[in-house]
């Protein structure tokens, strides 16, 4: 669309205006082409006709939609132009109070004039890792894009800041370069960056002055390099010095003052320290006074001396340097109150009794009589002489103030020096970042020598940001694949030609510097012979003596007197030789001959711009044009070698007015430094840049339907912008923006608005309408209803008589009667046809319906078989690949075992050759005794009878020995051939186990592959499967119950009976054929027991036909004859029916056992299921028991009758009740009977339910097979499922939570083998129990007396752990160090790790050994430290706190301490310490804890901070509903990562649950997680309320409406998992009112004062901030106004709290750690062997 075209009614312009720069007006009249003038309507009411030409139509420039007005990017405004960037920077700066505006690459600074607290620690780190364009313009953000940049590019950076006097360059310097100090700390004792900082003071107080724009003016440029190391630490600075203005030492124009160091060291005149300065008031001195006031409101000169004077001892200059340079300062302060008086024609003279003379030369150790010679002489060398000649007064204080302002300038470049020295620290430079503070364009009445140097200065700078900016809209353009085309800006290298090219201004004034007699006028003239011609110089007509240059700002005239004088910079060099003659050393060393040499810089590092100044006999010396040409030609080289930003300082007002906007001097320097050019090189091509998704929810509304229904967003954006604007040329394509041409923007939100209005007025037409029709409709009928009355009241008048009304009355009936019997044949015709169609549709419709359903089934059954056969195929493959992976793992565990069983068999063999020689040994004792028998045969004749008697019992004994020894050889034979068979056995096996193994080992890894791919499908099945025996289990449950209460009415019954007996045993006591009758009735029991013996066994035939049929191929046939006991001699008893329940439920049992080692991966996940089932048996036996009870109740029964018979048999008076006992007899005999026929009924109820339960039991196995279906169509959703979760997930959770679940089954199936292993080892031990069975009895051969062994007494622990004290340290590696939070052990028992050392504490306070205990509680916590320190992970973390917790928690509850035993045990407090307080360690332990808990949280906000903001802020939660509005360039930034991860709320809603899982998982207290809920919750809050108060596009009413949807996400997650009293909804309730203060209404009094009442959270300095940064996102919504925001100030004057604007995110509630027993008993635990403390001992 064309620009011309936009020229339409309603839309507004901006006209010329002599006041305002520029005014705005509306048009009231379409403009066409052709016409002649433009009809417009201005602010104040007035009509306005603007001319336009209409060859050539001229038209003011469009204002841009009030959407777009107060953006943070002026190039994102639709119109780029002059009056547009003027009212952006005043809509933000005025109403809103912002004072940094983007414009592109540049940063724009306005000066407050007003302290801002937007400056603080708490912005620093809010800014820190932002890209730029995320949050508010700020120095901060140029100050991380720079240090973000330099850091991921490894590029030099450079800040450049430019503006005029008073415009605040020096303040936005400084905080840049404190930025840099606070983000990137140097972490050595140097404190480098608190140097760096210290060096402004100082070079303010020498080089800053008040001048008539600016209290604190920089009079020399300064560019200062930040130096950092590889880790981007600050290791150093640099500075350079640019054109000091040092005719300010001499001369001060009204209202100004000098440098402040005069100012401050004459405040402090009175100081001991300056007593021997002999100082006096500022006032008092003549260098000092020509401005007129000394003083500055609201600076102390005092106390800015102390902070000087600190910040030199801070950089290391010592007491003794800083004496030389106020010596110094103070000789320049009485130089120039010396008087030189005029003694006749052109001589002068100095008083040699001048106080002030005398002070300079005692302070500089100068000859006074040489000083006052050489002041008021000159010499002059001629060819054959030398002739000193007088000088008139004029000359010597020429010569005197020149004096000072070489002193001066050379004492600056000192103390630059030494402070570079100082700023210099050990280590290798790897990059820098460069600041420039330098002076902006100037132009005053009078332009001199400084301001043409600071102008060329500004027109280098300007031509390379020219460049740097079309090369930055070069690259943009190619990045975007956008056709290139070259655009014309403006190009200022004529002016630095004309400046400093050969025949220049600068290489002319050098020239006429070399003669002597050169003259301003003369050089003059020499500019108007050479450059006369040239189109950017020119010569004023009213004046001789200027000259005027058309710089790229402006023009200005420059006057030619004093360019020479100040160009040559001379002193005598008879003063020279005077000052290089003093004995002040300090002094002595500026005047030395210094030879120039570049060999001694590094780098970058250079000094001073200014070189020191050559004698003046030296004609060829450098000229200062000259020197600052060079400086300034090396300043550019660094600038072009790094990557610049800009900021540019504007001055508000002259006045030095706060938020005071005088649109006249801010447009002019706009023009001056480079804004306008921007906005114009941007308007040029394609200025307004949309991203495709912001485009799409922006413009949405102005799609069609089937261009929304689009998938392909790019598309549909392609497709609705070529329908909405013809000309193609208006716009371009990029790869991830649409590049629009100026306007279009604003034409595009043109049809939004009026799309809008039309569908506002669409919905207000239909409103409107309605309303009135039903207020019509009401008037209407209440107006018939009135003319109803009035008219019949009015017949009935005229008209009513008896007949008429009788009449009347009989039609009326007859029309009823007639009207009812019409209506009764309409509507039985309708109820005819209505039933004929519903027969007829309803018939069809369930013929289709029947039709579909048996399609359906159909298809349900083909899926079934083939999703059964599929399944099985599936199990059976996974079934022999996991068959095979434990295969493979058995096997590698019996080679291990294997190994160790033939290191025992070894040793069994060293045991056996040990019996060998000791049985050797028992034959050689066997032999001595033999001969010592022949020798008592020898020697005892006498008593051969009694000899021969012991001979053969010793020969009986021996032969028994001889016996026993051969038995022992054979057995040790049977041994070694059982060894020897076991061993060669064990041989082939284990090589038939690595034959396997080596086939088996080239399939374990694919095999283990396909397994953990497997794992989680087999896991789902299993779940469902374990949900399914649950529902069984529930069922078995309810029938014991059933069985349960059958039991108990057969006990009901038994009771009736014994109640019968009891009755019997009063009435039979006399009745002598008892015995016969109870015979009987034993008779008609033993016959009912035969005929239920015989159910009993039909009813376990078939039980065991069930069995058989259920367990038929699952087990062997002798197993199952094991279920039913078949013990045919057994009489019937009421226990046959339940062993044959039992049998069934043994039967189910091994159906079960079957199916579980079918899923031997996952019995850890059954064991709740086996003990359910054990309980179930538990109670089985306990009803058994019941039974078992009431036969033996019943025995007793029949015992005491038989008792009472016997005695009732030798009672005969008793004889007379026969008859009678016999009529009970017979009621006995009928209530038998009625027994046994309930007990058959009851019998055969029992079958019918064991049938019952078979019939379930057999169409249970039919039921498998569905449910497996079931369970395949399941899984295989489920791996859908899975799948897409998967590719969600992008950091691969489920694989490592797959991974964590195969080791852990792995490890059970390794505990599992260990089991089998042991059995093994069981067995060996078996055999070494027997080889000591032998040896003991061999012993016992010689020692019978002592074979008696004690049996082994039953143990009892006490909860102690011994270990030896050289194990401390292994125990300390193993349960603290090496302990990983996701060991099998762990997840049983979280706090394990805690009752372990406890149990080990307890032992050594046990033995009362205080070393071993303060040992062991000192190496507890330096290894919980440890641990925490080297794993600062979450994981460890948390787990170390809680098991910290719970030790705290043991030292207290066992303490003793009787505040801490309310809630023990008996045995728990019977186990408490004994010998020692730990009050201290639980102090220190206590400690740990809270440092534990405070990485934790750190841990926790370093993963939640980067989902914050995304989330709470950036996504839209409420469809439907976006916030998006026009951005800019900058929100591009150089720095920002190409691919970065979209968080959402459900973003933050996950970590939190992930992190409350794991603390809940670790056994965390609840209170513990509470307060970390709460901290977090804080976090949440602090940082996305300190975002909306640094981003002012958040601040608006739909981003208010996404923020409490947000919250409201939050609260509910506190409800789901139960923590709505950790307060954490509370930390949130500034960003709630922050959130509801964007949303209501904003300008009543009553709505200011029902803000001031709500938001109690909020401070005043925040409420105003978000009130002045509301935004609308359309034009329906209305700013702020000023007047509304100074109501709301008011009511708010009397708040008294913190006044900060950002919430502290650092802020840390105070941890508390209250006391919880524990219930677990120590003495109940026990040290698993995977754990490896085999050390420990249990005492």
């Known amino acids: 669309m064309a620009l011309s075209e936009l020229y339409t009614k309603y839309n507004r312009v901006w006209i010329l205006d002599e006041e305002h720069v520029w005014k705005s007006a509306e048009i009231t009249k379409d403009f066409h082409s052709g016409d002649n003038v433009l009809q417009l309507l201005l602010e104040d009411g007035t009509v306005h006709l603007y001319p336009v030409d209409p060859s050539k139509p001229n038209l003011p420039p469009l204002r841009n939609p009030d959407i777009l007005v107060g953006e943070n990017d002026l190039t994102a405004l639709s119109y780029l132009h002059e009056p547009a960037v003027l009212h952006n920077l005043k809509v933000r700066f005025v109403e809103s109070r912002i004072i940094y505006t983007y414009c592109g690459i540049i940063l724009v600074a306005v000066n407050p004039y007003k302290q801002l607290p937007i400056y603080g620690d708490a912005i620093i780190h809010a800014y820190s890792g932002q890209n730029m364009g995320d949050m508010d313009p700020h120095i901060f953000a140029v100050a991380e894009e720079a240090y973000k940049q330099m850091a991921r590019n490894h590029k030099n950076q450079s800040i450049i800041v430019s503006g005029e006097s008073g415009a605040g360059k020096t303040v936005s310097a400084r905080y840049a370069m404190r930025y840099f100090a606070v983000v990137s700390k140097s972490g050595s004792d140097t404190r480098v960056e608190d140097k760096v900082l210290a060096s402004n003071p100082i070079t303010e107080a020498i080089g800053n002055a008040k001048t008539t724009r600016n209290d604190n003016s920089s009079r020399f440029g300064k560019y200062t390099e930040i130096s950092f190391d590889r880790r981007y630490r ?36 009175d100081s001991a320290e300056f007593k021997t300065l002999r100082l006096l008031s500022a006032d008092e001195f003549r260098y000092t006074s020509m401005g007129g006031d000394v003083t500055i409101e609201g600076v102390d000169d005092k106390k800015d001396m102390e902070e000087t004077r600190r910040t030199f001892s801070l950089l290391g200059l010592k007491e003794d340097f800083q004496s030389d340079v106020f010596k110094v300062i103070a000789a320049i302060l009485h130089l120039g109150n010396v008087e030189i008086r005029s003694s006749g024609d052109d001589r002068s003279s100095a008083p040699s009794n001048d106080p002030h003379l005398a002070a300079f030369c005692d302070l500089l150790s100068v000859s006074p009589s040489e000083l006052v010679r050489w002041l008021c002489h ?43 020295t100082a700023l210099q620290v050990p280590g290798k430079q790897h990059a820098f970042i460069g600041v420039l503070d330098i002076y902006g364009f100037e132009t005053f009445d009078i332009n001199s020598f400084e301001q043409f140097c600071i102008n060329y200065a500004n027109e280098k700078l300007q031509q390379q940001f020219n460049l740097h900016v079309f090369k930055l809209e070069q690259e943009e353009y190619m990045k975007e694949d956008i056709p290139w085309t070259l655009i014309d800006f403006y190009d200022n290298q004529p002016v630095i030609d004309l400046i400093e090219a050969k025949m220049g201004i600068l290489d002319l004034l050098d020239e006429e510097c070399l003669f002597p007699q050169g003259t301003d006028q003369s050089w003059l003239q020499k500019l108007y012979n050479y450059l006369e011609a040239n189109p950017l110089f020119e010569k004023p007509r009213l004046s001789n003596e200027a000259f005027v240059i058309q710089h790229f700002a402006d023009k200005v005239e420059y006057q030619c007197r004093g360019f020479l004088e100040k160009n040559r910079d001379a002193l005598y060099e008879e003063l020279v030789d005077t000052m290089r003659a003093s004995k002040f050393p300090f002094l002595a060393n500026f005047f030395q001959e210094e030879e120039q040499s570049s060999a001694n810089s590094k780098g970058v590092r250079v000094k001073a711009a200014r070189p020191p100044v050559k004698p003046a006999n030296k004609q060829l010396r450098t000229s200062v044009g000259n020197k600052f040409c060079s400086s300034l030609s090396l300043l550019m080289e660094t600038l072009n070698a790094t990557t610049p930003h800009y900021v540019r300082c504007i001055k508000p007002n002259d006045e030095k007015l706060p938020f005071e906007y005088d649109s006249g001097r801010v447009v002019q320097q706009l023009r001056a430094c480079g804004v306008l050019e921007t906005i114009r090189i941007s308007a040029q091509s394609y200025p307004s840049r949309w991203t495709y998704i912001e485009f799409y929810s922006r413009y949405s509304i102005l799609m069609s339907h089937l261009e929304a229904d689009l998938t392909d967003k790019k598309e549909t954006c392609k497709n609705v912008l070529q329908r909405l604007i013809q000309d193609s040329n208006q716009y371009k394509f990029g790869r991830t923006k649409i590049f629009f041409r100026a306007g279009q923007v604003a034409y595009l939100e043109k049809l939004r608005l009026d799309r809008l209005r039309g569908a506002c007025v669409t919905i207000q037409k239909h409103v409107r309408g309605w309303s009135h029709r039903r207020k019509y409709l009401r008037i209407r009928e209440a107006a018939i209803i009135l003319q109803q009355y009035i008219r019949g009241k009015r017949t009935i008048r005229k008209t009513v008589t008896a007949e008429i009304l009788k009449q009347g009355w009989a039609v009326v009936v007859i029309q009823r009667h007639w009207r009812g019997y019409r209506t009764r044949q309409v509507y039985q015709i309708l109820r005819l046809a209505s039933i004929t169609i519903q027969a007829f549709t309803r018939g069809w419709m369930a013929r289709k319906r029947y039709k579909k359903m048996m399609e359906e089934h159909k298809v349900v059954v083909l899926q079934k078989y083939a999703k059964a056969w599929l399944a099985r195929r599936r199990f059976q493959t996974m079934r022999r690949l996991v068959l095979n992976v434990q295969l493979s793992y058995r096997v590698q565990q019996l080679r291990k075992k294997n190994e160790e069983q033939n290191k025992e068999n070894r040793g069994l063999m060293e045991r056996l050759t040990s019996l060998a020689s000791t049985h050797s040994q028992t034959m050689d004792r066997v032999r001595s005794q033999e001969a010592q028998l022949e020798k008592i045969t020898n020697l005892k004749a006498s008593a051969e009878e009694r000899e021969r008697k012991a001979r053969e019992e010793a020969n009986l004994t021996i032969n028994q020995l001889q016996k026993q020894i051969e038995a022992l050889k054979l057995e040790k034979e049977n041994m070694e051939k059982k060894l020897e068979a076991s061993i060669k056995e064990t041989k082939e096996s284990f090589d038939q186990v690595k034959m396997s193994l080596q086939e088996e080992k080239e399939n374990e890894v694919r095999l283990r592959k396909i397994a953990e791919n497997n794992i989680e499908i087999q896991r789902y099945d299993n779940e469902k499967e374990l949900e399914t025996l649950k529902e069984e289990i529930k069922r078995l449950k309810e029938e014991r119950v059933s069985l349960k209460r059958k039991m108990e009415e057969g006990a009901q019954v038994s009771s009736d009976l014994q109640e019968q007996v009891l009755q019997l045993t009063k009435h039979v006591k006399v009745i002598p054929e008892l015995r016969r009758d109870m015979n009987n009735l034993q008779n008609q029991r033993d016959n009912l027991d035969r005929r239920m013996k015989e159910q009993s066994e039909q009813t376990r035939a078939k039980t065991k036909e069930i069995i058989r049929q259920l367990l038929g191929g699952v087990v062997e046939e002798e197993k199952i004859g094991g279920f039913i006991p078949d013990d045919s001699e057994k009489i019937y008893e009421p226990d046959d029916l339940h062993e044959a329940f039992e049998g069934l439920q043994k039967a189910t049992r091994l159906m079960e056992s079957h199916q579980r080692e079918q899923k031997e ?154 089991a089998e292993n042991m059995d093994l080892e069981e067995q060996l031990d078996q055999k070494e129990r027997c080889i000591k069975k032998l040896h003991k009895q061999i012993k016992s051969l010689k020692h019978s007396q002592r074979a008696k062994q004690n049996p082994a007494l039953p143990k009892e622990y006490l909860g102690m752990l011994e270990y030896r004290r050289e194990d401390e340290a292994r125990l300390i590696q193993t349960i603290i160090i090496d302990l990983k939070p996701k060991g099998v052990v762990v997840n049983v028992i979280p706090t394990l790790p805690a009752f372990l050392l406890f149990m080990c504490v307890r032992h050594a306070d046990y033995l009362n050994d205080d070393n071993k205990l303060k040992s062991l509680m000192n190496s507890i916590i330096q290894g919980i430290k440890k641990v925490t320190a080297a794993y600062k992970e979450f994981e460890s973390l948390s787990f170390w706190l809680s098991n910290t917790y719970q030790l705290l928690n043991c030292l207290k509850q066992y303490s003793g301490e009787e505040e801490f035993q309310k809630q023990s045990t008996a045995r728990q407090k019977k186990n408490c310490l004994q010998n020692f307080d730990l009050s201290e360690h639980r102090q220190i332990l206590s400690d740990v804890a809270i440092q534990i808990y405070h990485q934790l949280i750190s841990v926790m906000q370093k993963t939640l901070m980067p989902t914050i903001v995304p989330g709470m802020l950036e996504h839209e939660s409420l469809q439907g509903i976006s916030s998006m509005k026009p951005t800019g360039f900058r ?36 209170s513990l997680i509470k307060q970390v809920v709460k901290q977090l919750f804080f976090l949440v809050g602090a940082t996305t309320f300190n975002h909306i108060m640094l981003c002012k596009d958040m601040c608006s009413c739909r981003k208010g409406m996404q923020i409490r949807c947000n919250i409201s996400y939050l609260e509910e997650w506190l409800k789901e998992n139960e923590l709505q009293s950790s307060g954490g909804i509370d930390t949130l309730r500034p960003l709630a009112q922050a959130a509801w203060l ?39 919504e209305k700013r702020v106004t000023s007047s509304f925001v100074r109501k709301v100030q008011s009511l708010l004057q009397e708040y008294e709290g913190s006044t900060q604007l950002m919430l502290d995110t650092d802020y840390r509630f105070q941890v508390t750690f209250p006391f919880c027993a524990s219930s677990t008993a120590l003495e109940s635990l026990q040290v698993p062997s995977s754990l490896r403390l085999d050390f420990l001992t249990r005492i």
């Open 1161 to 1314: 991966m996952y019995e850890s996940q059954l064991e709740g299921l086996s003990l359910k089932v054990d309980h179930l048996q538990n109670e089985n036996s306990k009803l058994q028991n019941l039974f078992q009870e009431k036969s033996n109740i019943n025995e007793d029964i029949r015992q005491e009758v038989s008792r009472l018979s016997s005695e009732n048999s030798v009672i005969p008076e008793l004889k007379l009740q026969v008859s009678e006992l016999q009529r009970q007899k017979q009621e006995l005999d009928v209530v038998v009977k009625e027994q046994s026929c309930e007990l058959a009924e009851k019998n055969n109820e029992i079958s019918t339910i064991l049938h019952k339960k078979i019939a379930e039991e057999s169409t249970q196995r039919r039921h498998f097979e569905e449910r497996a279906k079931e369970l395949d169509e399941t899984r295989e959703q489920l791996q859908g499922r899975i799948e897409e979760l998967e590719e969600e997930n992008e950091h691969l959770k489920r694989q490592q939570l797959m991974e964590g679940e195969v080791k852990r089954k792995l490890r059970e199936e390794a505990s599992q083998l260990t």
């Open 1531 to 1566: 929100k591009r930034s150089n720095s920002m990562y190409k691919d970065s991860e979209k968080y959402t709320i459900s973003s933050i809603l996950q970590q939190l649950s992930v992190f409350h899982s794991a603390m809940s998982h670790h056994g965390m207290e609840q």
């Open 378 to 420: 000159r010499r002059i060398v001629l060819v054959s002489e030398t002739v000193v000649k007088p000088v008139p007064k004029e000359r010597a204080m020429a010569a005197r103030d020149a004096l000072a302002k070489q002193i001066y300038a050379h004492l600056f470049d000192c103390i630059i020096t030494r402070i570079n």
């Open 1638 to 1676: 964007l949303q209501v209404n904003k300008s009543t009094d009553e709505d200011a004062q029902e803000i001031a009442e709500n938001c109690t959270e909020l401070n005043p300095d925040q409420i105003v901030k978000i009130l002045n940064s509301y935004t609308p996102i359309d034009d329906f």
């Open 234 to 269: 600050i290791i150093g600075a640099n500075m350079r010095t640019y054109l000091l203005e040092k005719s300010r030492v001499v001369f001060q124009a009204e209202n100004e003052r000098n440098y402040h160091i005069f100012y401050q060291m004459c405040s402090c005149a």
